[in-house]
């Protein structure tokens, strides 16, 4: 039973306790190693480069059949060009920050080549 009691809002001895778990890509006995939380680092970055990559393309695509398309036949693409140009801004700088984690785990301090 929930206790819907205002009173023992903040009170975690009347509370039960939450079921919600972070979420892992590693399970098992290796899943505090470092290596692992490399790994997950690299499946964090890689997923969300990838989604936000995939969005700027499809939305680039549909910008250019609007552009050939009859006014009637247009389609609102699914972000605006604006969006897009944020979530290929965003993928850059994930990408460098996932080079530079691997730089570091390899010993070198700084691999910016942007002037």
């Known amino acids: 039973m929930i206790d819907t009691d205002p009173c023992n809002a ?3 001895s009347v509370q039960a306790a939450p079921i919600h778990q972070n979420f892992r890509w590693i399970e098992g006995a290796a899943r505090d190693t470092p290596y692992a939380h490399f790994l997950e680092t690299v499946l964090d970055i890689s997923t969300g480069v990838y989604t936000g990559l995939q ?3 499809a ?3 549909e910008h ?3 552009m050939d398309a009859d006014d009637a036949t ?3 693409p699914a ?3 604006v969006e897009a140009d944020h979530l290929t801004r965003l993928s850059i700088a994930a990408i460098g920050l996932l080079r530079d984690r691997v ?3 390899n010993g070198v301090e700084k691999t ?3 002037p």
Do not use: E, F, H, Q
């Open 10 to 12: 903040n009170d975690a």
């Open 55 to 57: 969005m700027a393309y």
């Open 59 to 61: 939305s680039a695509l």
């Open 64 to 66: 250019a059949a609007n």
């Open 74 to 76: 247009t389609v609102a």
């Open 79 to 81: 972000i605006g060009v």
């Open 103 to 105: 730089a570091r785990l």
């Open 112 to 114: 910016d080549t942007t």
